[in-house]
């Protein structure tokens, strides 16, 4: 069992690394990345896109070249637990989710996604033998074109020192940067 | 010279494996990091902000155990190029900004910051000399005190079934998950 081009053991061993913890989440996550990449057209350049900010996003960046940093991976805020792998340009690509239907045999990754029982209430162990046994079983496979002109970051554009911070901020904010502007999260 | 517990070049390798490419942002960005984490006590919690996604966070993630996946980065559109790393309750922390006043005795790293030449007429082995020579020195430090309430990633709450996808997504955002609810990406 392979997850990218890591054994399923190595590909643990990262999570703690980088995520800080054996995150269930991460450890799915992790197989669906697998899946979405096997789904893929070979060589081409694909952006990535998580539909929720929690764990999805370090399963990409561990597996792919997709990283918050440069870019290519855009996190979205619907709380579903799907990744998405498209063609930059043309949109073209593949979904691949967290399919409830499919849950129905693994009951203790269902009472876990669902939340269906208090955190002290899981068992843990049963919950990690569950994820490593179904794997791809947990998951569906969606083709689906991405409208990159929605995702894609946009440029800068031209740079000044903001009047009140003295700090390089994008001009196209205003006549302050958005922090001086009242956006500012410290005291 | 160290980048956090690692060399100058361990640093470099590590940037190009996990972002794709030496960004200089992000060379500069390894030296704030560094200069961050020494400029903390020790031993405590910290949360970490960056102000711009542009290239920092994968110093971040990089560098210390915040990651987007595990919510300990949270990245602000500001587009100032700073990093703060804060006590998680207490919200006690110390901000690191690229300061455009230093950077008058590195003119390349100044003409790359505020875009004063076309990419093509960047220097990068000037600009990556100077970053390099220069380091913390194009840097200053300040105390913050952040309000960690207006950062912190709301719980998900209780989860349903969509009535419209199937999909599991977090009750509070309504009658259907954001995405069936006109945010899709997708055609």
């Given at each position: 069992m392979k997850i990218g081009n890591y054994s399923f053991d190595e590909y643990l061993h990262l999570v703690k690394s980088f995520h800080g913890s054996l995150a269930p989440g991460l450890v799915i996550g992790g197989f669906m990345v697998d899946l979405a990449l096997k789904s893929l057209p070979e060589g081409e350049l694909f952006d990535a896109i998580c539909e929720t900010p929690v764990c999805l996003p370090d399963a990409v960046q561990l597996l792919t070249p997709c990283t918050v940093g440069n870019g290519w991976l855009t996190v979205l805020p619907f709380g579903r637990y799907a990744v998405t792998f498209y063609e930059k340009y043309g949109g073209e690509g593949v979904r691949v989710y967290l399919d409830p239907a499919k849950m129905e045999a693994w009951p203790e990754t269902k009472a876990w996604f669902f939340k269906l029982k208090p955190k002290k209430e899981q068992d843990a162990r049963r919950l990690f033998e569950e994820i490593r046994e179904?794997?791809?079983?947990?998951?569906?496979?969606?083709?689906?074109?991405?409208?990159?002109?929605?995702?894609?970051?946009?440029?800068?554009?031209?740079?000044?020192?903001?009047?009140?911070?003295?700090?390089a901020y994008p001009v196209r904010d205003g006549e302050r940067c958005r922090a001086c502007g009242g956006e500012s999260p410290y005291r």
């Open positions: 179904a794997g791809e079983k947990l998951l569906s496979v969606q083709r689906v074109r991405v409208r990159p002109e929605t995702l894609r970051r946009k440029k800068m554009g031209p740079v000044a020192a903001c009047p009140q911070c003295g700090e």
